[in-house]
């Protein structure tokens, strides 16, 4: 899975407007890498799960414990 280098990082928020220092910009950069990972690997758990028929979705009305 490709990532956005922090350099591109920059130059899209100077696109839009956006100015922040090389510290800001590493943070964000590495939170939205985890956010990616973290949805990449739900994307593909869900792939997985049609493949073997289980593609029920849990409840998010219930409460746990």
Known sequence: ???VSEERCREIFAKHGYHFSKEEITIIHNFLSVMARAEYK???KQKED???G???HPRIDRRSG
């Open 1 to 3: 899975m490709g990532m």
């Open 42 to 44: 739900s994307y593909l």
């Open 50 to 52: 049609e493949k073997k």
């Open 54 to 56: 289980n593609n029920l």
